[in-house]
Structures are given as C-alpha cells and as structure tokens.
C-alpha cells in the first residue's frame, strides 16, 4: 500500500501564493508520475499539473506561469508553488502518485481558498 499526505492548503487573498506539499510512503517501487488534481464545488476532478521520474512537467493551461511543479524522487516527496493566485483557482487539492506495478493512489487533499 501507499499513502500520500497533502499539507499546505489555506485561506489566501487574490494575487497571494500558497505552496503544496505531498509525501509519499508506503511500498513504491516505482514513481513513474507524480501530479496535484483539484475539484471545485460542483465541478469534476481536474489535471493541474503532472511530473514524470524523469522530469517531464505538464500544466494545465489555466495554471500556466503561475504554479510551478517540483518533485524529490530520493525521498517520493512532490510540491506546488502556486503564485498569483485567482478566486478561480479555490478547490481541494489532490496528490496522485502512479506507481508502476500498483497503479494509482491519491492523498486525502487539502483545501485552498482564494478571496477576492
């Protein structure tokens, strides 16, 4: 099995940053991709962006120059730096981990809000 951990989510003004943090545990073998999902109230789960072990960063097009992902691969930990942020970006956010034998795992998420 295989737990992740989100923590860094919290109430933040319009054009404020807030960083993510998830730490992984449990039997990895192999992280091959690492990423943080969101849902808004009322809306379906969401990309904003992935990292493979190896490197390669996609975002989401609405995150795009804002966040900014990062990942540790000695210690399965994951980040996201998120600045300039909009009321729009308000959801709970979600820690992914695909593993290679295993398949996929999610954290618990943690909550960002954006006021304006």
């Known amino acids: 099995q295989v737990q992740l951990v989100e923590s860094g989510g919290g109430l933040v003004q319009a054009g404020g940053s807030l960083r993510l943090s998830c730490a992984a545990s449990?039997?990895?073998?192999?992280?091959?991709?690492m990423g943080w999902y969101r849902q808004a109230p009322g809306k379906e789960r969401e990309l904003v962006a992935r990292i493979t072990s190896g490197g390669t960063i996609t975002y989401a097009d609405s995150v795009k120059g804002r966040f900014t992902i990062s990942r540790d691969n000695t210690k399965n930990t994951l980040s996201l730096q998120m600045n300039s942020l909009k009321p729009e970006d308000t959801a709970v956010y979600y820690c992914?981990?695909?593993?290679?034998?295993?398949?996929?795992?999610w954290g618990r998420g943690t909550q960002v809000t954006v006021s304006s």
């Open positions: 992914k981990l695909f593993e290679r034998f295993t398949g996929d795992y």
């Open positions: 449990g039997r990895i073998f192999s992280a091959d991709v």
